[in-house]
């Protein structure tokens, strides 16, 4: 059975503009060739278009690259680095990953280096799991092709926590709920759900992973009966319950961005008036596909890591602390009194580091 078609390219924006080459690895482009190659043999309609994606996957991830503007040199926190006989919980956090293709390869090998010098507990998934349109059903080819497949090394078989993203709502969203009953790694429990974790034997840390794309499609106008309402109040009720030491919140759209999409006005009025209320520590999301740390709004700090499969460019503004692109992660490491948010590039190479203190009392 051959992959399904994925030709749908209207969230790679590749012009001339974008068009600002680099030397392509060898070793990939001999992969994405041979594919290529097999598949025309193969005589197929599918096999012809999956071909295609491939190479316009290489050509707009591989051999074109996106730029900062307005770039800025910040220094890394000199602080941000564990301390001996400090315990953190590690893990990253990467979003618009699920192309299947050389971008998410790579970044999964550089996730792969990060974690051989120090291990990671789990991962976040920060939506649009599975390019173009999402997937059809628990057997979709794309969950091997995508996931499986992709993230292999000893180093990243931990858990993966993933909300879902506008691409996947193309396909069927509850497919990926059902898929973590048949996966050893995937978990999505719900469209939105928490986890609590212990960070040491007196404090712990709670992820709230939501649905940002219903409540993006309300624009700030959310019905009393509404599923959009009804997550809302879900998400008023979790975190007022929570006692948590942290409170970290997952999703995949922006609130605020220097990307393509931008800030988001009206999902900011629905989340941020319940981060602040109930002291959020960081909201997390993708959508953009670049890195970025934002200054914090009313104590509640910002980052942007969509770039786990995709690039673009991305503008320093003056509410950006620091800000990437061409592919990459970030991974947080939570002690009893501080987060270290580092940002990295597609070879597991730190960009940026900051050590953000925990929120008073909660």
């Known amino acids: 059975m051959f992959p399904p078609t994925r030709c749908a390219f209207d969230d790679s ?17 001999i992969f994405h060739l041979s594919r290529f190659t097999s598949h025309i043999l193969l005589f197929t309609f599918p096999a012809l278009f999956c071909s295609c994606y491939d190479l316009y996957d290489y050509f707009t991830v591989k051999l074109t690259t996106s730029e900062v503007v307005n770039a800025r040199e910040v220094a890394t926190d000199s602080t941000a680095r564990p301390m001996p006989g400090e315990k953190m919980l590690s893990f990253f956090v990467m979003g618009d990953a699920g192309t299947g293709g050389v971008g998410q390869v790579e ?25 173009e349109s999402g997937v059809e ?9 995508s996931f499986e497949e992709i993230y292999t090394s000893p180093q990243l078989q931990i858990p993966f926590y993933a909300v879902l993203g506008n691409h996947d709502y193309r396909g069927n969203p509850q497919a990926q709920v059902e898929y973590t009953a048949h996966s050893g790694r995937w978990r999505m429990s719900d469209r939105n759900y928490t986890v609590k974790l212990n960070v040491d034997d007196s404090t712990d840390i709670t992820l709230f992973c939501i649905d940002t794309y219903p409540l993006a499609e309300a624009n700030g106008i959310v019905a009393g009966g509404s599923p959009e309402a009804r997550q809302i109040r879900w998400l008023d009720s979790s975190l007022s319950v929570s006692t948590s030491d942290w409170k ?37 999301c993708g959508h953009d596909h670049h890195l970025e740390m934002l200054k914090p709004v009313n104590g509640v700090h910002f980052v942007i890591s969509g770039s786990g499969g995709k690039h673009r460019d991305v503008n320093w503004r003056e509410s950006t602390l620091f800000a990437a692109t061409n592919l990459g992660f970030v991974r947080c490491s939570v002690s009893a009194s501080r987060m270290i948010v580092e940002f990295y590039d597609r070879d597991g190479v730190q960009l940026h580091a900051a050590s953000l203190p925990r929120r008073g009392a909660q």
């Open 13 to 29: 924006l590749f012009t001339l503009h974008h068009l600002r080459l680099h030397p392509p690895g060898l070793s990939r482009l």
């Open 107 to 131: 970044v999964a090998d550089g996730m792969t280096a990060a974690a051989a010098r120090e291990p990671a507990a789990f991962v976040v998934c920060l939506g649009d799991n599975f390019y």
């Open 137 to 145: 059903s628990v057997s979709d080819p794309q969950f091997k092709e």
């Open 248 to 284: 970290l919140v997952f999703g995949h759209h922006t609130l605020y961005s220097g990307g393509a999409h931008g800030d988001n006005p009206a999902l900011a009025g629905l989340l941020e008036p319940l981060f602040v209320k109930h002291c959020v520590h960081t909201y997390f």
